[in-house]
């Protein structure tokens, strides 16, 4: 078993992955580089870190497995904290021939204005804005021709993905046993003249999006963002939007189930009662 750390660069990151790092030793579980081989990434921070490590590694994410420790602002990904690790190690030993559990990835292929083609892989989404002005897109499911958008942008989410950006356009959260997109409007132009959806769709496996955007009938340059990169300035001919036939997979030492996970995110209800109960206990 070989393991690569990848911590965020803040205080409590790197004091957790010192620790970790003796409590790996002492269990003789190899620590090694980036550029080694590895079948585990335990990532140390938020779901940022996350993002990025997976990032930097998606060109490897069919042979490795992840796993994320909190310590950041928000941690969806994440099933420990940083009090955690030693049964993190623990268990790191006990997982090793469980099958992970695995995520659905969005597939990006871009087409700029020469006919270049760029692919990319999104764990959580990928959105278009326009630099300057209203972005008109054509959208084709398929093959088909669904409609014309005029807004300030698109999001298109994968089930996890769906609690980010995606939510926060009046997206519905959707579980991560579906293989399947959703594609919301931001700031879309709805009236007499102009007309779109204006609410989210959900696009099947075996289906996928093509989307043509402009700016007022004329090419010119876009901001593409996936997850917690983006490239900016750039002439988008065509986009290619699909389920990827690739998933992440987190090893399946103490998964959290996606609902609970939802809950502790946005609603919280549990930690409070649980917060009241063990200051009950002491009073006792």
């Not at 298109?156 to 399947?180: E, F, M, Y």
């Not at 990827?244 to 996970?261: E, G, L």
Request: glycine content about 6%; charged content about 20%; overall charge negative.
């Amino acid at each position: 078993m070989r393991v690569y750390i990848y911590a965020s660069q803040k205080e409590e990151s790197q004091s957790i992955k010192a620790k970790l790092l003796k409590l790996l030793a002492k269990a003789n579980i190899a620590v090694v580089d980036e550029e080694q081989a590895f079948d585990y990434i335990i990532t140390i921070g938020g779901d940022g870190t996350l993002l990025s490590a997976f990032q930097r590694l998606q060109n490897r994410v069919d042979s490795i497995q992840f796993i994320g420790i909190h310590t950041g602002h928000l941690g969806f990904y994440a099933d420990w904290q940083s009090y955690e690790i030693e049964a993190l190690v623990e268990g790191l030993l006990d997982c090793v021939d469980k099958p992970p559990v695995t995520y659905p990835l969005l597939e990006i292929t871009m087409e700029d204005n020469i006919g270049n083609n760029s692919k990319f892989l999104a764990l959580n989404e990928c959105s278009i804005r326009s630099n300057f002005g209203t972005m008109v897109s054509d959208i084709y499911v398929k093959e088909e021709f669904f409609e014309t958008l005029r807004g300030d942008g698109l999001c298109i989410a994968t089930p996890t993905g769906s609690t980010g950006l995606n939510k926060s356009l009046g997206g519905a959260v959707i579980h991560p046993r579906l293989d399947a997109l959703q594609l919301t409007e931001i700031a879309s132009l709805n009236n007499r003249v102009y007309r779109s959806l204006g609410s989210p769709m959900i696009i099947a496996k075996d289906e996928w999006l093509k989307i043509y955007p402009t700016i007022h009938g004329k090419g010119t340059t876009f901001m593409l963002m996936f997850d917690n990169k983006y490239i900016s300035d750039i002439e988008i001919q065509s986009l290619v939007l699909k389920i990827s036939d690739s998933r992440i997979r987190f090893a399946n030492i103490r998964h959290t189930h996606f609902w609970n996970r939802v809950e502790a995110s946005f609603i919280g209800l549990k930690q409070q009662q649980n917060n009241i109960n063990q200051i009950n206990n002491l009073l006792k």
